[in-house]
């Protein structure tokens, strides 16, 4: 089971740094994705990292912005958000899938609570 917290409300150019812990064991062999869902929207990939931390995926709209990490030992996988904009606003959560890094939201799994994020300008 995944958890996202870290959300929040922040003005336009401030930061936020998401984190999403798992429970259970494997965690460490997933690749592991962050997703947000603004309302009315459908939920889109933002990142995502594979099991060993390696070559990650970031959508267009955040690429720049956002960074990726893990920390395998903690069981935990970050969102580094920086210069947020009011269309990053949205429920942020996080899944895994087990093989490499799809963009096909369907292809994940293990869907935790996500956290608010709420970008004002």
């Known amino acids: 089971q995944l958890q996202a917290s870290g959300g929040g409300l922040v003005q336009a150019g401030g930061s936020l740094r998401l984190s999403c812990v798992a429970s259970g064991r494997g965690f460490s062999s997933y690749t592991i994705g962050w997703f947000r869902q603004a309302p009315g929207k459908e939920r889109v990939i933002v990142a995502a990292?594979?099991?060993?931390?390696?070559?990650?995926y970031y959508a267009n709209s955040v690429k720049g912005r956002f960074t990726i990490s893990r920390d395998n030992a903690e069981g935990t996988v970050y969102l580094q958000m920086n210069s947020l904009k009011p269309e990053d606003s949205a429920v942020y959560s996080c899944?895994?899938?087990?093989?490499?890094?799809?963009?096909?939201?369907?292809?994940?799994?293990?869907w935790g609570q996500g956290t608010l994020v709420t970008v004002s300008s």
């Open positions: 899944a895994v899938r087990q093989g490499i890094i799809l963009q096909d939201v369907s292809r994940y799994y293990n």
């Open positions: 990292v594979p099991w060993n931390g390696g070559s990650t």
